[in-house]
Structures are given as structure tokens and as C-alpha cells.
């Protein structure tokens, strides 16, 4: 095979190598979930949390109104016994007993609140929870298309990098580091193909000269006003 026409067909391999390693990274950015699956699954959690939060508040209002029922049970009937008959004790038993009388009341506000919450906050975790598990089933087969795709790819991807290590083999270091160069610089585009008399990457017309010596030339000529390498078929 003439250089030129091996440098082309290198440019085909790469071009064809370069979009499958695109897609595989974007495949690859896909694989974890969509952004709205993202989000709803991040939004349950905070609302899992928010709802664990305030069912704990609920439970601790609730407890320690309990053991201040307790405590007041037991003040009162020592008030009631009648064993306190020492004025200023039975004053002190007295206040101690309302003031534990208005705590139980502020606690049983809070529990009540806490349990009004824990409602609202349960009805809003179940919708997200629910519509949670119909994107989870949505990507579940989205998934495994990317899945079986990404292993498609990868193997192209191995295939192809196997076909250019020997497609370089015959090509001359120095073609191949023109090549390369032009590539990082030319939009991933080193080889034009002659179209008519005019460079076939960027279209501009080529003096007869030039178009001759790309049919004749052994050595790599260049497009006069991109500065890629010309190939004739
Ligand atoms: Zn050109």
C-alpha cells in the first residue's frame, strides 16, 4: 500500500477509535443514573432523615412526659397522705408540684406538635418514596442497555487498538510523527483527501503543481492553505 493511503487508513482507525472512546466516557457518566433519579434519590434520604428526626423528638416528649406523670403522681399523694403537715415543706411540694404540672403540659404541646409533623412529613416520604421506586424501575432497564453497550464498546475500543498497533508498523516514524502532529493541531483531521483540485478538509482550490505532485511525489505533500497532508486516491 502506498505511505499515504496507509496514513489515511490510519486516520480512519483513529477517527473510529476516538468515538468509541467518547462514547464509553459517556456511557460511562450515564452508568451511575440519570439526574433526576439523582435527585429524587437524594431528596427521599433528606426526607427519611427529617422524618427520623422528628419521630425521635416525638418519642423523647413522649417519655419524659411519662416519667413527669409518674413524679406528679407521687407528689400528689404525698401531698394528699397528709404525712407533710410542716408548712413550708407543704408550700415547697405545692410549687414543685404546678411547676411540674406546667412542664408536663409544655411537653405534651411538644409531642403533640411532633406527632402533627411526623404525619405530614410521613404522606411527603411516601410520595417521594413512591415516585423514587418508579425511576428506579425506569432505569433499571436503561441500565442494562448501558451495561450491554459499555461491554460492546470496550470490546471495539480493544479491537481497534489492536489494528492500529499494526496498522503503524508499516508506516515510516516520520510519516507518523507528521501525522500525529497535524492530528493534535487539525481538528483530529492530518489526511485530506483530494476532491477534484481542491483539499477535501478545507475545501480550498490547489495549483496544478501541487495536485501533480501529490499523484507523483513518494514524499508527504502538504495543502497550501490548511497545511494537511493531501492523498489522492
Ligand atoms: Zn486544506
Redesign the pocket.
Known amino acids: 500500500m502506498n505511505p499515504i493511503a496507509e496514513l489515511y487508513r490510519l486516520q480512519e482507525i483513529d477517527t473510529a477509535w476516538e468515538k468509541i472512546r467518547q462514547r464509553i466516557l459517556q456511557l460511562q457518566k450515564f452508568s451511575g443514573g440519570s439526574g433526576q433519579l439523582l435527585k429524587a434519590r437524594e431528596q427521599a434520604k433528606v426526607a427519611e432523615a427529617e422524618l427520623n428526626d422528628i419521630r425521635k423528638q416525638q418519642r423523647e416528649a413522649e417519655s419524659e412526659a411519662n416519667s413527669l406523670t409518674e413524679r406528679i403522681q407521687e407528689a400528689d399523694a404525698l401531698l394528699m397522705g397528709g404525712q407533710v403537715r410542716n408548712p413550708k415543706e407543704l408550700e415547697a411540694l405545692q410549687s414543685s408540684l404546678e411547676s411540674m404540672r406546667r412542664h408536663k403540659s409544655a411537653l405534651d404541646d411538644r409531642g403533640v406538635e411532633a406527632m402533627v409533623k411526623a404525619d405530614e412529613l410521613g404522606v411527603k416520604f411516601a410520595e417521594q418514596t413512591e415516585a423514587l421506586e418508579a425511576l428506579e424501575t425506569e432505569w433499571a432497564t436503561k441500565q442494562q442497555s448501558i451495561d450491554d453497550e459499555l461491554v460492546r464498546r470496550k470490546k471495539e475500543y480493544a479491537y481497534l487498538k489492536n489494528v492500529r498497533a499494526q496498522a503503524i508498523k508499516t508506516i515510516s516514524p516520520k510519516f507518523l510523527e507528521q501525522y500525529e502532529y497535524l492530528r493534535g493541531r487539525k481538528n483530529g483531521i492530518a489526511v485530506?483527501k483530494l476532491e477534484d483540485d481542491?483539499?477535501?478538509?478545507?475545501?480550498?482550490q490547489?495549483p496544478v503543481g501541487v495536485i501533480s505532485n501529490v499523484q507523483r511525489s513518494p514524499d508527504l505533500v502538504l495543502?497550501?492553505?490548511?497545511?494537511?497532508i493531501?492523498y489522492a486516491e
Open positions: 485530506a481542491s483539499c477535501g478538509a478545507c475545501h480550498m490547489l495543502c497550501t492553505a490548511c497545511g494537511r493531501l
